[in-house]
């Protein structure tokens, strides 16, 4: 039997040349010429240092059948054992779980009846918002909840207070056994969570050295929760290396990625400063903020690899059509000439809903009957994308034959090339996050964490609050 071949997203820059959105603000082929050697040498950095340093996130769809095979079976025993799997997690340990499992399963999974759902209800703690985590205990049926607590460093104060919360709960009810109802995933050596992992005799599953939280979804932070779900994260992993394996040309005509990185940063040297991340499909709304945290933390730099203050990045914006369309599009085809638009176009959705007949009497109603919510959608992202292209406004599209585990996989590699790449470009540390600290060390100094009694200081030794400018 001939193999099918398997289907290729694709992205389509033609409303980034000036051919298409005009002279004033498109590209030319001299301009792209102008980055060529820069996206060569980003292509060349990412081929010599993948699989090292921070980068172990490009060998993950190889270098993982043991871990699959574990995962496997672990999630067929959850799935056997409860009905409500949990993730706690933030940052890279959450938006990856949190967006395959709105692109792969049912849209309203959580409200299907059992016997149609397949697989646990599925919820991701990503906050530590008292209300939302007190109204998580009032569903939760603890005898039938299995908790997945996932942090790269084993120490993010969220975390660990939701690790506290939840073990204490458990071991009220359950005793020595608290620990079958608890599944770690962590950094194999660093972080607290790994030693209390051992000592309370926990499952775990390591996230891999040169694997940060936002390019881990392709690893145990992504896979064990994707599997829980019943998700093919085989098909999830070959996906991913089929866009790796179309990302090895070092010709940005021939890479994809590379390309959409290279028109990034001409755009951003033009002063494009926002990227608006705009999926016509639900199940990619969350796709949207794993790219926005991947983007944002990735490129946001004050310092480049010279150490030279630079103050790069560009804003990552979230929208999904057609539903901003009555919210944002008004905005990104009238307003500022800041942004870049990202398009993301499905060609099968995974269902077709005709539009009923009636009210032929208003032809102007009636007209719809016949087409499809399909054929609606698919129309609306042509028109958005045409008035963007009409009012000269930057644009380009993603496009997937369809939604599922194959392409999914493609996506999240795709994005996660184009942020190596650029940041490449940008001569940056794409890989760290040293603006987060900050926030964090503040957070341990104010609720009054050993060797932070400094930072305390720090703080109380700020500028008081003046009532002046405080109203009500
Ligand atoms: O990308 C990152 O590294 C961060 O956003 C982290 O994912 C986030 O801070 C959570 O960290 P951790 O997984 O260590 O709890």
Redesign the pocket.
């Known amino acids: 039997m001939k193999k099918e071949k398997p289907q290729s997203i694709r992205f389509d820059y033609n409303n980034m040349m000036s051919a298409y959105v005009g002279k004033k603000e498109g590209f030319t082929a001299k301009d792209l010429l102008s980055v060529r050697e820069k996206a060569r040498a980003a292509h060349a950095y990412v081929k010599e240092n993948r699989g090292t340093g921070m980068m172990g996130w490009t060998e993950l769809p190889y270098n993982q059948n043991e871990i699959v095979s574990d995962i496997l079976l672990t999630a067929k025993a959850v799935r056997r054992k409860c009905d409500t799997f949990v993730v706690l ?5 959450a938006l990856g779980p949190m967006a395959v499992f709105q692109a792969l399963c049912h849209l309203r999974h959580n409200d299907l009846p059992k016997s149609k759902r397949k697989a646990p209800k599925f919820y991701v703690e990503d906050n530590v918002d008292p209300e939302r985590m007190q109204s998580l205990f009032d569903i939760l049926d603890l005898d039938k909840t299995i908790f997945n607590v ?5 120490s ?1 104060s969220e ?1 660990m207070s939701q690790y506290l919360i939840i073990m204490k709960m458990l071991k009220d009810r359950f005793g020595d056994k608290a620990s079958e109802h608890i599944i770690a995933t962590t950094d194999v050596q660093k972080g607290n969570l790994i030693k209390i992992a051992k000592e309370e005799g926990l499952k775990t599953f390591y996230i891999p050295d040169g694997v ?3 390019f881990s979804e392709l690893c145990p932070v992504g896979l064990l929760p994707a599997a829980v779900l019943g998700i093919d994260i085989k098909a999830l992993l070959k996906g991913a290396a089929f866009m790796d394996r179309a990302c090895r040309k070092p010709d940005y005509k021939q890479n994809p990625a590379l390309a959409a990185a290279a028109l990034q940063y001409l755009a951003i040297q033009k002063g494009k400063n926002i990227s608006v991340m705009m999926p016509y499909a639900d199940s990619l709304k969350l796709m949207a903020d794993w790219y926005c ?1 991947l983007w944002g ?1 990735s490129l946001g730099k004050s310092v480049n690899n010279q150490g030279e203050t630079v103050y790069v990045g560009q804003t990552p914006v979230k929208a999904l059509g057609v539903t901003d369309q009555h919210s944002q599009v008004q905005l990104y085809t009238e307003g500022p000439f800041d942004k870049v638009i990202t398009l993301i176009g499905v060609d099968n959705y995974r269902a077709t809903v005709e539009i009923s007949g009636g009210c032929e009497q208003y032809p102007s109603v009636s007209f719809l009957s016949g087409h499809t919510l399909n054929e609606l959608i698919t129309s609306e992202r042509i028109a958005t994308e045409y008035a963007l292209t009409k009012n000269e406004r930057l644009n380009n599209s993603i496009l997937l034959p369809e939604v599922n585990a194959h392409t999914v996989g493609q996506l999240l590699m795709f994005f996660m090339l184009q942020t190596a790449y650029i940041g490449a470009m940008l001569d940056i540390n794409t890989f760290n ?1 040293p603006g ?1 600290e900050e926030g964090k060390n503040a957070t341990y100094a104010l609720l009054g964490r050993d060797g932070y009694q400094e930072k305390a200081a720090e703080l109380n030794a700020r500028t008081p609050k003046s009532d002046e400018y405080i109203i009500g």
């Not at 997690?89 to 340990?93: A, D, F, R, V």
């Not at 996932?150 to 084993?154: C, M």
């Open positions: 997690g933030i940052g890279g340990s996932i942090t790269k460093s084993g993010t975390t940060g939280g936002r945290q933390e996050q987060v």
